[in-house]
């Protein structure tokens, strides 16, 4: 009965086991690395997808989202990224809002942050995850000190908040899109999304096949 209300409700699988557990029954869904030999068919699914996706950045986040898999495109964001903001493990916030970090390129971080921000709150009260209201606390006490280009040349755009990133060859826009697994039977499985970036123009498309070319050319 706990199992049926819990998927009639949607409720995600972490938490239908902490109610068995609350019941003082065993848990129905295993916990799992992507290193598990059990998992290795999806570590290998998600590694395949990553690579196709070249020459455009991707990334697989788990539910604190920290990174776990990125493919070689992924550089043109995490280039110049400092070592403290990628230890233990990198996260997405904090390498994208401290200013040590990916702030420090972005065209309009006051956007991008104030996206950020409200996504990742969003998430923690949805969740009620202590670990998610830690991590929106201590990125949102991260100084601003990045200049803001203000309106983006690439305006109008269905994309209301593009990552307008400065580089060396340019500016480049992006969006990205969130894609995850159906029917997950795992608690990992059921928690990690797979994050995909687009080019928004053709300069920044141009610019990241020819960047992945060079890549490809060992350059």
């Known amino acids: 009965m706990l199992l049926r209300l819990s998927a009639a409700l949607d409720v995600p699988l972490r938490e239908r086991n902490t109610l ?46 920290n990174v776990l898999l990125t493919n070689r495109a992924m550089g043109v964001l995490m280039d110049g990224i400092p070592p403290h903001l990628l230890e233990p493990l990198p996260n997405v916030f904090r390498p994208a809002l401290h200013p040590d970090g990916l702030a420090a390129r972005l065209a309009n971080l006051g956007e991008v942050r104030e996206l950020f921000l409200e996504r990742l709150s969003r998430q923690a009260d949805a969740t009620g995850d202590a670990e998610l209201r830690a991590l929106h606390e201590e990125v949102a006490g991260y100084p601003v000190t990045a200049r803001d280009d203000g309106p983006s040349r690439h305006q109008p755009s269905p994309i209301q908040v593009p990552l307008r990133i400065r580089t060396p060859l340019g500016e480049l826009a992006m969006f990205s899109t969130m894609a995850t697994f159906g029917a997950p039977a795992d608690v990992t499985l059921s928690e990690l999304a797979i994050e995909l970036f687009y080019p928004l123009d053709a300069f920044t498309a141009g610019t990241l096949r020819a960047l992945g070319e060079l890549t490809a050319g060992g350059g």
């Not at 848990?27 to 699914?45: C, H, K, V």
């Not at 395949?48 to 604190?64: C, F, G, I, S, W």
């Open 20 to 65: 068995l557990l609350a019941a003082d029954y065993a848990p129905a869904y295993r916990e799992s690395s992507l290193d598990d030999g059990y998992m290795t068919s999806i570590r290998s699914a998600l590694e395949t997808m990553l690579t196709a996706h070249e020459p455009y950045p991707a990334v697989v986040v788990d539910r604190l989202w």
